[in-house]
């Protein structure tokens, strides 16, 4: 037995996996050991099978590009043609092409880090609406910045412009800098996409406190393609917010081409100004070489091909149809099931996810997971996995969540 840890105290009795993949891994065991479990934890698009959907477009073009060329490693910021596609993706022939730059990462994970340690100083906190993704908390903490969640959802469950401008001023007065991370389309946790009108009231108050300090905005795109033909309607705003402020966007093509396991990413730093543009190009890159070095040369290779080859691009914007149609017939049969039992949910029209609002999310997770139903309970609510739910099975998912918001009053 040692008496002494060398883990410094800093970095003791934390817990070495997420949330998620603990309730998750209930879950299986207890399906395996004969239990009828519905799992509605896990973050992937699946069939109804439960196997993962995949794109085959995507499986055939990596299984073309893997030849002896890929074990070499590929430049530390991502192959120059990556990098483009990437930005052409994102932004088609724009201007903003001009005045972007894009930095390969393994997945949005590498870009959300690579954001936080460029952007914040450290002891400095990021501002998130007060629904998250988790990790944005582990990601912040280990890197010795912090989180700051500000009030998500106004009186009327439209987005809280208000709070989040009282927050970038805060944050301005306290910090002299504010890192605003914005989740959209398809929000993860909740499952709510902006409106027109609230892109343009956020595009102000970003135009408004840029003009006081420092001020980047992260567009975490994670779920950005399942939003159909919005799926970029927030481009449109970005010049606007580039007046006064940097814009960044963390692009993933986890969800996009169904390749979680791949880690392809990147970060996309935008700036009006080019000496400015350059500088977060050189630090992107110093905090690549500084961490996870190279991303992966063969996915970066398959993503470049997929983006750019017309026929490839053709095929797999067909396959995710079919996958979206899969969804979309999910979040169909629970919004009708959710307003007939009144559940709390914000609006949801699109992506993997939607939250059910509860005072006690433990006791309503835990309520639910006696029936064997497993969600998982974040603060304020429950996070349903509409993605990995067949549509036979929401009503008792539905049913589940009715009875486990029932324990918890
Ligand atoms: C909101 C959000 N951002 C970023 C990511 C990062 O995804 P990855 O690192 O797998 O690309 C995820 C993945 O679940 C997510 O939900």
């Known amino acids: 037995m040692t008496r002494h840890s060398s883990v410094i105290a800093q970095c003791r009795n934390r817990d070495g996996n997420d949330p998620i993949f603990i309730w998750n891994g209930e879950a299986r065991a207890r399906a395996a050991a004969g239990d009828d479990i519905l799992n509605a934890t896990i973050g992937a698009l ?155 009231q956020i595009t102000d108050a970003i135009h408004a406190a840029g003009q006081h300090g420092p001020v980047t905005v992260m567009i975490d795109a994670a779920y950005m393609e399942f939003a159909g033909s919005e799926s970029r309607d927030w481009v449109q705003y970005v010049p606007r917010m580039l007046e006064h402020a940097t814009v960044l966007v963390a692009w993933t093509a986890s969800k996009s081409m169904a390749q979680y396991g791949s880690r392809i990413g990147a970060i996309v730093g935008l700036h009006a100004d080019p000496g400015e543009l350059s500088q977060i190009d050189n630090a992107l890159g110093y905090s690549a070489r500084a961490t996870w070095s190279n991303s992966p040369h063969l996915g970066q290779l398959a993503v470049t091909q997929l983006l750019t080859d017309p026929t490839l691009s053709a095929a797999v914007a067909e396959e995710r149809g079919q996958l979206m149609g899969l969804l979309q ?16 949910t914000p609006r949801f029209d699109a992506g993997f996810f939607v939250a059910v609002f509860t005072s006690d999310q433990d006791r309503t997770a835990a309520a639910m997971r006696e029936l064997g139903v497993y969600v998982i309970p974040i603060p304020g609510a429950v996070r349903v996995a509409v993605c990995s739910t067949p549509e036979s099975t929401i009503e008792r998912l539905t049913q589940a969540l009715q009875a486990g918001l029932a324990a918890a009053r």
């Open 46 to 200: 699946m069939n109804d099978d439960g196997t993962l959907a995949g794109l085959p477009t995507v499986i055939d073009t990596l299984r073309e590009l893997t030849t002896s060329k890929v074990g070499g490693y590929a430049p530390i910021s991502g192959l120059p043609a990556y990098r483009d596609a990437v930005l052409h993706d994102l932004f088609g022939d724009s201007p903003l092409v001009n005045q972007a730059t894009a930095v390969a990462a393994p997945g949005g994970s590498g870009a959300v880090y690579a954001a936080v340690v460029n952007f914040l100083d450290l002891g400095q906190k990021m501002l998130v609406p007060e629904f998250f993704w988790g990790p944005y908390r582990e990601i912040t903490n280990h890197s010795r910045r912090g989180l700051d969640p500000f009030t998500m959802f106004d009186e009327d469950g439209a987005f809280d412009i208000a709070g989040m401008t009282a927050a970038m001023d805060r944050h301005l007065e306290t910090q002299g800098r504010v890192l605003l991370v914005l989740n959209f389309p398809c929000h993860n946790p909740t499952g709510y996409s902006l409106s027109e009108d609230e892109w343009k």
């Open 329 to 344: 017939t999910r979040i169909d049969a629970f919004n009708a099931r959710s307003s007939e039992l009144e559940l709390p």
